[in-house]
């Protein structure tokens, strides 16, 4: 019998899968654009039908099948996620590619909820959220590895084998889930009212305002990371690989500082001072040479800086509503997508309506306005204490 240790790392890769195929999108930006024809800001609004597909649907989805065992609800979430793949492999065109990318965020969206959700069932006890961390981490190794991958694979076989061995690596993981986890009961069913009624505290909307900000200032330039490298920046082709895998690689580290940051320092400290970092990062991306180290130098500030933000934020929103948390994370999750599609979508306009070069300018604008609505949030009501312990 596979231990549950084991059992969540299926989990972890499953979400990694997921993961790649939301980011990847930001890796060959270039490539999609040439390939079909488009303009680059017109490509970049496949991360906003994907996330804003993501935010609308995964909660509706989650509430109408929360009664339905957890082991079949993510073989069906996964099939779903694999036939998109697919689709997108094997359909021509834009508007198909459109109309797949939406089919597989619904499936991205209901894999990664129903896997933190399995995570937190077999996890033994006191080890819920370590198992959850380990699910997520999946997420940022699309980052790290999955991202710079599919910028190779894409270069030597064309963009849409990316997506085909996407597909391939999920159909291998299906048999392996159905044999590794048992039947699992569903949850509680959480009217979506009930959880819309949270945002009418101040705390929480002003709170989830920083996420919304704050991711969609990082989107607004991430998007289009490819096409600003090699355009703004003059970054040889041969090297975005290199440099996508220094950003995630700096993700990781930026994401378990944050962590410790807030144990140690509270989260106001943590989300005041990353942000700061965030904004100074992107402001210094758009006036820097064409020197390739302090390129990715500031690559790796930038996102040491903005995944900092990531575990802090979530804590907040927990501490905010302790016996609201899971609500509050669905939102938080749905809040993030939502500002991913913003963000990319804003990120088009800017680039038709004024330059590429401009987009980190405004993705430093919207991190400013979270760091506004940070204060807010810190003058509302007083804490416990602003040094807040994560265990």
Known sequence: MMKNTSKVYILALISFLVGTSNYIISGILDQIAETLGISVAVAGQLITVYSLSYAV??????????????????????????????????????????????????????????????????????????????????????????????RIVATAFGWKAVFLAIAILGVLAMPVIAAAFPRMQGDKPVPLVKQLALLKKPQVFVALAVTFFWLGGYSLAYTYISPFLLEVTHLDKSLISAALLVFGIASLIGSKVGGYSTDKRGIIFTLISGMVLHTISLILLSIVGHSVIVVFAILILWSFAAWSSGPTQQFNLVSLVPESSGVMLSLNSSVMQLAMAVGAGFGGLIINRISLASITWFGAFGVIIAIIATFILSSMAPRHSQVQSAD
């Open 57 to 150: 649907g995964t909660p509706i989805l989650m509430a109408l099948t929360a009664k339905m065992d957890r082991r079949k609800l993510l073989l069906y979430s996964l099939g779903l996620f694999i036939f998109a793949n697919l689709l997108t492999f094997i359909l021509p065109g834009l508007g198909l590619f459109i109309a797949a990318r939406i089919l597989m965020a619904l499936g991205a969206g209901m894999v990664t909820v129903t896997a933190l959700s399995i995570a937190a069932q077999i996890a033994p006890p006191g080890k819920q959220a370590s198992f959850i961390a380990t699910v997520t981490i999946g997420i940022t190794a699309s980052l790290i590895i999955g991202v710079p991958l599919g």
